[in-house]
């Protein structure tokens, strides 16, 4: 079992940064890859950005390429994702994930193993 605990969301004007966190928790967290995926109003979850655990290579939506980046620090069990020039687009719900990094990859949010609470992140005009 592993529990993740999502932090840092918030209320921003478009062009601001924000940087979420997620810890891990459990005795296998080092057996899944780390993720972000996203819910806006009305739309279906979308991945974000994931990092393989291991070997840290990192993929992203192209949406926020060039502008969110993620990373992790292992011996805190944390990864995170900081986003700079945050646009109104980028509004929605934010959500830590486990898994494979094909899976979210592939955006099989329905495979997904373990999610967390979620954080809103609401970016104004």
């Known amino acids: 079992q592993v529990q993740l605990v999502e932090s840092g969301g918030g209320s921003v004007q478009a062009g601001d940064s924000l940087r979420l966190s997620c810890a891990a928790s459990?005795?296998?967290?080092?057996?899944?890859?780390m993720g972000w995926f996203r819910q806006a109003p009305g739309k279906e979850r979308e991945f974000v950005a994931g990092i393989s655990w291991i070997v840290g290579n990192s993929y992203y939506v192209d949406s926020v390429k060039g502008r969110f980046t993620i990373s992790r620090d292992r011996t805190k069990n944390t990864v995170y994702l900081q986003m700079n020039s945050l646009k109104p687009e980028d509004t929605a719900v934010y959500y830590c994930?486990?898994?494979?990094?094909?899976?979210?990859?592939?955006?099989?949010?329905?495979?997904?193993?373990?999610w967390g609470q979620g954080t809103h992140v609401t970016v104004s005009s």
């Open positions: 994930a486990a898994s494979s990094i094909l899976t979210m990859r592939q955006n099989r949010w329905s495979g997904i193993e373990y």
């Open positions: 459990g005795r296998t967290v080092s057996n899944y890859d």
